[in-house]
Structure formats: C-alpha cells, structure tokens
C-alpha cells in the first residue's frame, strides 16, 4: 500500500500552512477532505484527485479508496493541527490504512492565545468539540476557572441536537448556573481566525448569553497577570 499522511494546514489563511506540509500535498496523489479544509489549499493540489466529504460520507470515502491506492500517497488534511480535536478520525484512519504519517499544523487555539496575549503554557485548553460526551469536560473547564487558569475552548456545534450544542452562548448559560459571576469574567471569542472574515468578539462571559457564532469559533476565558521573570531575579542574583 502506498504512504498515508494526515496532516495539519492551519486555521484556514494559506500563510499558515507549514512547509513541510505544502511538500507533501504537491507531491501526493489522493486528498480526502472536507470543503472548508480543501478550500484552505486549493492553490496547492491542482490535478489531483480529490474527495469532498462530510461526516456522513467520509466512511465510505475512506473505505472506497482503501482498494484503490495502491502504491499512490493519500493525504487526509484537517483545518488547525491535526494533534487536536481530531483524533476521533485520526484513530478511524489507522484503523482502516495501518500506517498513517501524522504532521501537525498551526492550531486555531494557538492563534487566538496569541490574539488574546494569554500564554498557553499557563492556561487550560480543552475541546468539546468531539462527538463523545463532554459532561467531564465541563466539570474540567469549571475547576480550570475556579483554580484561576486562563482556559482556551473549542465549543461544540450541533445545531440539530440541542442538548449536545453548547456554543459560547449556552457555555456562558451553564457557568452562570453554577454559580460563577460571569458578568466579571473577561473572554474573547474569535470567529474564523486568520482569515479575511476573521472576527474578534471581547466582553464578558454575561454577554454571550443569546448571541450567536459561526461553528468556526474559538473562545477564550481571560484570566491571565502579567508575571515576567524580574520577579524572580533573587534566583539569579543570590
């Protein structure tokens, strides 16, 4: 059987996308991926075969050019870093092919901790945006507010379920529920980050409430102190 990649492009700007990952769409075969993902490196796989798929479908997809790659590369591109809120499809695609050459890519959560000037290696980042429950989830993105953690946060759409939708709307409902004062606590929620529709949302958790965003949305809780290393010179300078 031939190579199988599942790679990262980016949240969705081309000048995200890696070089590493840019050689090997330009010399793979066989892309299977979703609209949104394919159109970020459309500028890259002219004349290649390629698959469009939705949840619905992407089984059968995979299943159809399983028989058919022979000694061929196949590339599964996946929108940000394929190491986050993918691994569901990732472990279907060992499953099926074996091997699979896993690359990462910039993540949406990096860019809006970057946006937001929240540093990752203090906060908590959490996804709920898998199809498996989230209740844990929700007790984890708690405690992380509570222990005083900047928390950055995919949200989950599911429009067709609402018991399983909770977008930034409903997540400001459920903290208020349990007893946070959501009306003082900071958040951004960004929408299609880098890209040209990219839009910036900063107020409070309280002002979600009602409000509606893209399934493209990244939030985050907004609890970060500047804390830079003269305060701790005393170990340097002893």
Not at 51 to 67: A, F, G
Not at 112 to 118: E, I, N, T
Not at 211 to 227: G, K, W
Request: hydrophobic share 40%; net charge negative.
């Amino acid at each position: 059987m031939g190579k199988v990649f599942a790679v990262g492009v980016g949240p969705g700007s081309p000048k995200y996308i890696t070089e590493i990952v840019k050689d090997v769409l330009l010399n793979c075969d066989v892309i299977i991926g979703y609209k949104y993902t394919i159109k970020t490196i459309e500028h890259l796989i002219g004349g290649k075969e390629i698959y469009e798929i939705t949840m619905n479908n992407q089984e059968e997809s995979y299943q159809k050019i399983l028989p058919e790659l022979g000694d061929r590369t196949l590339v599964v591109p996946f929108t940000g870093d394929v190491n986050f809120s993918e691994s569901e499809v990732v472990d279907r695609l060992i499953e099926i092919f074996g091997e699979v050459e896993i690359i990462p890519g910039i993540s949406s959560i990096q860019v809006a901790a970057s946006r937001a000037k929240v540093p990752l290696d203090k906060s908590k980042v959490i996804t709920m945006h898998v199809t498996t429950p989230i209740e844990d989830k929700k007790l984890e993105l708690q405690k992380a507010l509570i222990d005083g953690f900047s928390v950055v946060l995919v949200p989950r759409p599911w429009p067709k379920q609402p018991d399983k939708h909770f977008m930034p709307s409903e997540i400001a409902i459920y903290l208020r529920k349990h007893g946070f004062e959501t009306n003082k606590m900071k958040v951004h929620v960004f929408e299609a980050i880098t890209t040209e529709n990219e839009t910036n949302f900063v107020g409070t958790v309280r002002d979600l409430e009602g409000r509606e965003f893209s399934d493209l949305s990244v939030m985050v809780f907004n609890q970060a102190r500047l804390d830079s290393y003269v305060n701790y010179r005393w170990q340097w300078e002893n």
